[in-house]
């Protein structure tokens, strides 16, 4: 019978199930959103047991589906998402959102002991808040002690969902190396300040991504994966696709340009420098925009002033896209007069400036990015390959790159299931 993947890709807001057979094919989809609840403070987060309970139902549901055979299970999922979970495997509070506000004197505190800019030079993590998980870490500690003194084990997201399945605790290299300021990238560890705050002996062993461990569901043996940090995940399946020297521009609510073998950049490190960590545990040069998010508010704030249906969609004009850039010789949209988009006269012409502004930006960071060997190639995927006016404008204003659309909207689940079907 012929073999099943059963992968779950965990978003921000959304989760969907998978299903692949042997080919890598998507033969079943299914998505739900993700609840939230808040603790007794009001912190908001995301529902972590309601996830694991979605998770397991679908799992065993199609474990006994007649005629198809479930291989095995896999996982990939955002980042700065961790699961405290207790000596009995309880969660112990909601799965925080990283758009929390770091307390301001919680980051004075630890910069004053440690250096933040000092420690996102060491980790290739520039300081952005929670998104640094391993300030979330700092702020449970002096916040919520009740809740610190009780963790077992601080679990990121993918691996939370994996534990959910074998009630094994594991770490993995790309999760711990997604803007955390957790890993030492030259001493290649966790950071000494962790060692000094006790935090290490909350972190489960460090496993190697293509581990599996066999799980008996209804009577029948399934391997089951350890997970995946989403924007690796993909990066992991697209090595195995392009040959050549490239940049990967992975969009959604947040882009993300990563560049795989040009990593050792000759530039001196700085703290604004990020690096994620592949799945064999190397830097991998990277930059990240909220461009999504961004966006999605301007579009609604646009048709709002020009009276515009919700719904309404664009298609790339070349020569409203000319005009744009001939007559706004200056920024519109990011600019210090908040104004200045309004003595634009309508929505296409409007909508096709502020996606040309963003892809302005994305070029001059790939420009920064350039290192050896000289990439040849610009892989996009994700939500913006959907968008006509992005696509077009991309290819108007990155002349040097040939422009590979990768129309695998799955990119991180395919990479989880690739690593689990390459399993050890």
């Known amino acids: ?30 998505a739900t959103q993700i609840g939230h609840i808040s603790d007794p403070m009001g912190h908001v987060g995301a529902d972590g047991e309601s996830l694991a309970h ?47 506000p770091l307390p301001k004197d919680i980051e004075k505190e630890f910069d004053e002991k440690y250096g933040l800019r000092s420690v996102a030079q060491q980790c290739g993590s520039p300081y952005a808040g929670m998104l640094n998980s391993g300030l979330q870490l700092y702020w449970i500690q002096r916040t919520k ?32 190396g997604c803007h955390t300021m957790l890993w030492d990238l030259g001493q290649r ?21 293509k581990s599996t461990y066999t799980v008996n569901i209804l009577g029948k043996s399934i391997q089951v994966g350890i997970g995946m940090h989403d924007s690796s995940a993909s990066l992991y399946a697209i090595r195995q696709q392009i040959h050549v020297p490239f940049i990967l521009l992975s969009t959604g609510t947040w882009c993300v340009l990563m560049a795989p073998g040009l990593s050792q950049n000759t530039h001196a490190a700085t703290a604004d420098d990020l690096y994620y960590l592949s799945p064999e545990g190397q830097k991998t040069y990277s930059k990240r925009f909220p461009f999504g998010l961004e966006l999605t508010q301007w ?10 249906d919700s719904d309404f969609t664009l298609d790339f004009d070349p020569g409203t896209f000319n005009y744009i850039i001939d007559k706004y010789r200056f920024n519109v949209f990011n600019s210090k007069d908040h104004d200045a988009w309004k003595t634009i006269m309508d929505y296409p012409t409007a909508y096709h400036r502020l996606i040309y502004e963003q892809t302005i930006h994305l070029a001059k960071a790939m420009d920064e990015m ?10 996009v995927e994700g939500s913006f390959t959907r968008n006509p006016v992005f696509m077009g404008a991309l290819k108007h204003t990155i002349k040097n790159l040939k422009i590979n659309i990768l129309n695998n909207v799955n990119g991180p689940a395919l990479g989880a299931m690739k690593a689990i079907k390459e399993s050890r």
């Open 370 to 379: 350039a290192g050896y060997p000289k990439p040849q190639v610009l892989a």
């Open 189 to 209: 560890r966790y950071h000494d300040w962790l060692t000094q705050e006790d935090l290490i002996s909350r972190q489960a062993p460090i496993a190697h991504f």
């Open 1 to 30: 019978m012929e073999k099943h993947f059963a992968i779950f890709d965990i978003g921000k807001t959304n989760a969907k199930f998978l299903l692949f057979n042997e080919n890598e094919e998507v033969v079943e989809s299914i």
């Open 54 to 100: 979605w998770m397991k139902a679908l799992v065993f549901n199609w474990v006994k589906q007649r005629g198809i055979h479930i291989h095995a299970v896999n996982f990939s999922a955002h980042g700065a998402a961790w699961a405290h979970i207790d000596h009995k495997g309880h969660l112990l509070s909601p799965i925080y959102d990283y758009l929390l």
């Open 145 to 176: 002690p009740h809740v610190h003194h009780r963790i077992h084990y601080s679990l990121h997201l993918p691996q939370y969902l994996s534990f959910a399945l074998t009630t094994l605790p594991y770490s993995e290299m790309t999760s711990i």
């Open 299 to 308: 579009d609604s704030r646009l048709k709002g002033h020009f009276g515009i």
